[in-house]
Nanobody
Framework: QEQLKESGGGLVQAGDSLRLSCEAS????????MGWFRQAPGKDREFVAA????????DYADSARDRFTISRDNANNRLYLQMDSLKPEDTAVYYC????????????????????WGQGTQVTVSS
């Protein structure tokens, strides 16, 4: 299993940008899909974006499409989420997660597809 640690969260104003990072320590990072999820107060954890092990396929939640960009650096075991045009409704704790299956070629989007999770990083967007 991967050990995951997120960073890059903070307090920003609507319209600003943030770049989240996730550092993975393990031997399977480059062979599993990776994803970002978020959980707002009083709400369930929801899918944000995911990327396959080689970066060839990506999927986004409708709320993230056209504003967020997921990417990965397999050489350095890093996952990123570039978030632009942030809105107050993006306020949440953001989690990175590592997929359960090696060399999965379809993009997982369900939390059940991910077996390792970070502790999360808080993103707060003020209006």
């Amino acid at each position: 299993q991967e050990q995951l640690k997120e960073s890059g969260g903070g307090l920003v104003q609507a319209g600003d940008s943030l770049r989240l990072s996730c550092e993975a320590s393990g031997r399977t990072f480059s062979r599993v899909a990776m994803g970002w999820f978020r959980q707002a107060p009083g709400k369930d954890r929801e899918f944000v974006a995911a990327i396959t092990w080689g970066g060839g396929s990506i999927d986004y939640a409708d709320s993230a499409r056209d504003r967020f960009t997921i990417s990965r650096d397999n050489a350095n075991n890093r996952l990123y989420l570039q978030m632009d045009s942030l809105k107050p409704e993006d306020t949440a704790v953001y989690y990175c997660a590592a997929g359960r299956r090696l060399f999965q070629n379809d993009v997982p989007t369900s939390a059940e597809d991910f077996g390792s999770w970070g502790q999360g990083t808080q993103v707060t967007v003020s209006s």
